[in-house]
Each structure stands twice: as C-alpha cells, then as structure tokens.
C-alpha cells in the first residue's frame, strides 16, 4: 500500500522517471511549424503535455473548446477559474478547420466547464463533433466532457452524434472528491458514464491521478466502480502541482506501482488500461477505439 505524506512534511523530490524527453521528429516538426503558422490552439502546446511529441508523430491532439476560462475551481487544475467569455459560435468550424489543416487521423476534444450557461455547453459540444465530421470525414474522434451537472438532455446531445469513445474522468477516488474537484461529485460522474453506456455509446473511458494522498485499496476500489457501469478504458497517471496555489503532492508514485494498478484493470476487464507517470487523459488515444 502507498505511504501518505503528512501535511507538514516537506513535498517530496521529483523522481528520475518523471524526466521528460525534448520532442522531435518529422511529424512532430511539421504539425508545430503548422500550428505557429496558422495560430491554432490545442492542449498539447498550452498545456505543455509531455507526451505531445508520441502523440502528433501519431498523428493523434487534443482540442479544447468552450474558452480557457473555467467555472469551476478544481484544486488540482491549472486551467483559469472566473466568469468565463461569451460562447464563440464560429468555434466548431475553427477546429474542424484546424484538424484539416493539421491532418489529424484522431481527435480529442475537451473542454472547461461552462455552468454558467443554460445548456452547459453543450449544444457546442454538438455542434463541433458534427463541424468536424463534415470537414473531416475520416477522422475519429473522442470527446473528453465534463458533467453537465448530470443532466440527460444535455448528455443527450453528445449521444446524438456517436463519437468513437466518449470520455468523463474520475480524477480522484471518492474520499478525495470533495477536496479535489469542488464542485464535482464521485456518484455523479459514475452516473454520467453509466447513462452513457445505456444510451449506446459504445466505447467509454475514465481516467485518474495518483499521488494526492490515496491509498491502494481505494484506487482499487476506483477501478472497480469504473468496471461496474462497464466503462472501456481507464488512463492512470502521475498528478503534478499546476502552481503553488494548487493541491501539492504527497506523493510520486513509482513504476512498479503503476503496473500494478494496470494489471489489475486488465484483470478487472478493461480494455486498454494506460497507467504510468506521465500517462495523460489523452494518451495514446487513438488507440482506445480498437
């Protein structure tokens, strides 16, 4: 079972496994000298994700929509918190217009929560997946949402346009919900993924972070609630602070241990299980729709 630091202990060294390898490649080359050229955005680059390198030369990156300011106020996020901007309505054709541009063979689209809207977002959520589809007819897509405060109607619309996989993340296990994801509930995003399976989506996918404090037996219990609402795929990574003012870590966990949790999600029934340091949502994404 993993050691949980004190609070007053001091965070711990960040571990040799977590050092990053600088991108390269031809692929990885052309898509960067696309994205200055053209100004597009996606997590990749704004989100400085270490793996951005394996995942262009594969031809798989990860989109956001819906603005960069969040209504939400996660502690383990580094995404802007506030009163976010008004809804551009040109957004999808931007996208769908970057991922031509791009020439991504597999798309991941997320975004910020926007409970300040009545429809939570999720009309543009729609609205992408389809101006993607038409502009980009043999891209695959997965759609990485947020809750929508667990209202059908607008999960419906996501529904409506039958991504590949349809994704939700867990974050953390239950006893750290409260603390981690304010506003979020564990029972809630269980919920969402269960009515999504239901509903007919065929291939959904959760993930989690590790080294917030939880223990063994409830990471553990995390993968098997994710197995009873029949949830596809689950990535496991290492949670890193975004800044001071988030969440610290108490712990890194090692890679021994992350292969662990990964052969027992296989055991468990899922389908593809990513689990490691620096494993991120996205991941090996393309991937997940085998």
């Given at each position: 079972?993993?050691?949980?630091?004190?609070?007053?202990?001091?965070?711990?060294k960040k571990?040799?496994?977590?050092?990053?390898?600088?991108?390269?490649?031809?692929?990885?080359?052309?898509?960067?000298?696309?994205?200055?050229?053209?100004?597009?955005?996606?997590?990749?680059?704004?989100?400085?994700?270490?793996?951005?390198g394996e995942?262009?030369?594969?031809?798989?990156?990860?989109?956001?929509?819906?603005?960069?300011?969040?209504?939400?106020?996660?502690?383990?996020?580094?995404?802007?918190?506030?009163?976010?901007?008004?809804?551009?309505?040109?957004?999808?054709?931007?996208?769908?217009?970057?991922?031509?541009?791009?020439?991504?063979?597999?798309?991941?689209?997320?975004?910020?929560?926007?409970?300040?809207?009545?429809?939570?977002?999720?009309?543009?959520?729609?609205?992408?997946?389809?101006?993607?589809?038409?502009?980009?007819?043999?891209?695959?897509?997965?759609?990485?949402?947020?809750?929508?405060?667990?209202?059908?109607?607008?999960?419906?619309?996501?529904?409506?346009?039958?991504?590949?996989?349809?994704?939700?993340?867990?974050?953390?296990?239950?006893?750290?919900?409260?603390?981690?994801?304010?506003?979020?509930k564990y029972?809630?995003?269980?919920?969402?993924?269960?009515?999504?399976?239901?509903?007919?989506?065929?291939?959904?996918?959760?993930?989690?972070?590790?080294?917030?404090?939880?223990?063994?037996?409830?990471?553990?219990?995390?993968?098997?609630?994710?197995?009873?609402?029949?949830?596809?795929?689950?990535?496991?990574?290492?949670?890193?602070?975004?800044?001071?003012?988030?969440?610290?870590?108490?712990?890194?966990?090692?890679?021994?241990?992350?292969?662990?949790?990964?052969?027992?999600?296989?055991?468990?029934?899922?389908?593809?299980?990513?689990?490691?340091?620096?494993?991120?949502?996205?991941?090996?994404?393309?991937?997940?729709?085998?």
């Amino acid at each position: 079972m993993s050691t949980v630091l004190k609070e007053n202990v001091a965070p711990p060294k960040k571990p040799k496994w977590l050092r990053v390898k600088l991108p390269t490649g031809k692929k990885y080359t052309q898509l960067r000298g696309l994205v200055e050229k053209y100004d597009l955005h996606t997590i990749c680059t704004s989100g400085s994700c270490p793996n951005m390198g394996e995942c262009w030369g594969e031809g798989t990156a990860t989109f956001m929509i819906l603005g960069n300011v969040c209504t939400r106020s996660c502690g383990f996020c580094g995404v802007k918190t506030g009163r976010p901007e008004n809804v551009d309505w040109a957004e999808p054709e931007k996208v769908a217009r970057s991922i031509k541009i791009m020439g991504i063979k597999h798309a991941v689209v997320t975004s910020v929560d926007r409970d300040d809207l009545k429809d939570m977002g999720s009309i543009i959520w729609a609205e992408t997946v389809k101006a993607i589809r038409r502009m980009n007819p043999s891209t695959t897509l997965e759609t990485l949402i947020p809750d929508f405060q667990g209202i059908e109607k607008h999960l419906d619309r996501i529904i409506e346009v039958s991504p590949e996989v349809v994704s939700h993340n867990m974050e953390t296990v239950k006893r750290l919900t409260r603390e981690v994801r304010i506003q979020a509930k564990y029972e809630r995003s269980l919920e969402v993924l269960n009515y999504l399976k239901i509903q007919g989506i065929n291939r959904t996918k959760s993930g989690i972070m590790l080294g917030l404090g939880e223990h063994e037996d409830e990471v553990i219990t995390t993968l098997a609630d994710l197995r009873n609402v029949n949830v596809d795929v689950v990535t496991i990574g290492q949670y890193l602070q975004p800044s001071k003012k988030h969440l610290p870590v108490k712990e890194f966990i090692t890679p021994e241990q992350f292969k662990k949790y990964e052969d027992i999600g296989l055991e468990m029934g899922f389908r593809h299980v990513e689990s490691g340091a620096l494993v991120r949502s996205s991941y090996k994404a393309h991937k997940h729709i085998l």
